[in-house]
């Protein structure tokens, strides 16, 4: 099997959590999220972990290498062999660029960039009313896509709970740093010729197969 690098881009609310979820149960490939190696760390109480609750509770980044360390163990593990799905990293060029280098350390493919379009005027309502689940940690939405019971997982049966940065105030200062450090990378990719766009108006279902679509087109060539 050749080995399938994917990085989900989008802003804060298009669905990349989602997505990578989907597409590391059909691809069989490991979604990695620095975001919940985080909240790993907060959950553990750690000296680590009591940092980075105030820095995701003020809408701050984590800086970047602290990431890059999280990411180099983790696409080091056996389990990323045969590929990856990165979800919320890289979030600005620098990152970007670090990465290339872990990925040729490790003698990888080059990654395949997918943009989940998003009108900003959809992203505040969306992550506003998200659920996620604290023991699985499945995405759900009060509107958009809830749960069967109220607050229960669909998944393992774990309560689901409001993230405490999914408060307006605090998203819409995620949104300006998305704006500013991470929208350039859609440059970065295209320039590269491993960005694919696919529109996230549409439903889940039809969303996972426009990004296996973009994924193969590109991993083709």
Sequence with gaps: MAHLGCILLGAPGSGK??????????????????G???????????????????????GQ?????????????????????????????????????VLDQIIQSLKYFSPVAVYIELPESNLLARIVGRLSCGSCGSIFHEVLNPPK???????????????????????????????????????????????QTVSGLQKIEQITKDIEAALKTVSAK
């Design 17 to 34: 959590g989602t997505q990578a979820k989907i597409l590391h149960r059909s691809l069989r490939i490991p979604h990695i999220s620095t």
């Design 36 to 58: 919940d190696i985080l909240r790993s760390e907060v959950q553990k109480k750690s000296a680590l972990g009591l940092k980075v609750s105030e820095i995701l509770a003020s």
């Design 61 to 97: 980044l984590v800086n970047d290498d602290l990431m890059k360390e999280l990411v180099r163990v983790r696409l080091g593990e056996s389990d990323a062999v045969n590929g990856y799905i990165l979800d919320g990293y890289p979030r600005n060029k620098s990152q970007a660029e």
């Design 149 to 195: 019971v109220a607050l229960v997982c669909d998944s393992c049966g774990g309560d689901l709970m409001k993230r405490k940065d999914d408060t307006e105030s605090t998203v819409k200062k995620r949104l300006e740093i998305y704006r500013e450090e991470t929208a350039p990378l859609l440059d970065f990719y295209k320039a590269r010729g491993v960005l």
